[in-house]
């Protein structure tokens, strides 16, 4: 198979009526990122990116969104992991600290950013998550109506409302 040719029309009835294409037709890949599930999906869970290629995809960038399709968008792989293997699945990631009803991946081919990314079709929920840090296991077990301390859940007063 070849990335690069052209098109041939012809008129099975009138063989001699035929044309080929004046330009080249490159034929590229691209990549589909797979549906998220676990929706929602919690601040700082880890999470498994995964996708799908057609054609010769080698490298991969994938972005997120908390606004949909609209973005903007923020890269996932930065650093060492720039330009991301597309062979190398999955890639493991950690969900950011935003919370939003319409939060997106997309994922373009880092060797033909000019060809339209795709996202998921899905607008997935992201959420908070609160760590109980005591008791822990080096301390007794709180009873309920026991002399333990009283728990409360306060907002710092600095803090924008989520």
Not at 14 to 41: D, F, Q
Not at 73 to 91: S, Y
Not at 98 to 111: G, Q, R
Not at 120 to 130: E, R, Y
Request: a negative charge; aromatic letters at 6%; proline letters at 8%.
């Amino acid at each position: 198979m070849t990335t690069d040719g052209k098109i041939k029309v012809t008129d099975v009835g009138i063989p001699l009526a035929t044309g080929t294409s004046a330009g080249v037709l490159r034929v590229i890949g691209n990549v589909v990122p797979n549906e998220i599930v676990g929706s929602p999906l919690k601040i700082n869970d880890p999470y498994n990116i995964t996708w799908t290629t057609f054609g010769a995809v080698t490298n991969i960038n994938m972005y997120y969104s908390i606004n949909g399709d609209s973005g903007p968008w923020t890269k996932i792989n930065t650093g060492a992991n720039d330009r991301w293997d597309a062979t190398v699945q999955p890639f493991p990631w950690q969900v950011p600290d935003v919370i939003t009803d319409n939060f997106k991946i997309k994922i373009e081919d880092a060797n033909n950013p000019s060809v339209a990314s795709i996202t998921v079709a899905n607008n997935v929920k992201v959420i908070g998550k609160l760590v109980l840090d005591s008791p822990d296991a080096s301390e007794p077990d709180w009873v309920i109506g026991g002399p333990q301390k009283q728990i409360s859940l306060r907002r710092p007063e600095n803090s924008a409302s989520r």
